[in-house]
């Protein structure tokens, strides 16, 4: 946070997970997702796209959840969510 980092996003994990370190100043998102070579059906692969925007001044960041649908051979969109209404 001292250097400025804004967003916190990290991989190899078992799940999906949002938490938020508090700084003082402000609040940066810390998003994992499961790792992309999850291959497990209790844990299925996923992966985020990020969409970084400006608008009137303020960055947006909207998150777009994809994951690994067996059934389907491939991934698909799993849900959405702004950033920016959540900090």
């Not at 938490?19 to 100043?25: D, K, P, Q, V």
């Not at 998003?31 to 001044?57: C, F, K, Q």
């Amino acid at each position: 946070a001292e250097a400025g980092a804004e967003l916190v996003i990290h991989g190899h994990n078992h799940r999906r997970e949002m938490n938020w370190l508090e700084t003082g100043e402000s609040r940066i998102p810390l998003i994992g997702v499961p790792s992309a070579s999850m291959a497990s059906p209790h844990h299925p692969a996923e992966w985020n796209l990020y969409t970084i925007t400006r608008n009137d001044g303020r960055w947006q960041t909207q998150v777009s959840i994809r994951g690994w649908q067996g059934a389907a051979k491939g991934f698909q969109a799993i849900g959405t969510f702004m950033l920016d209404e959540m900090a």
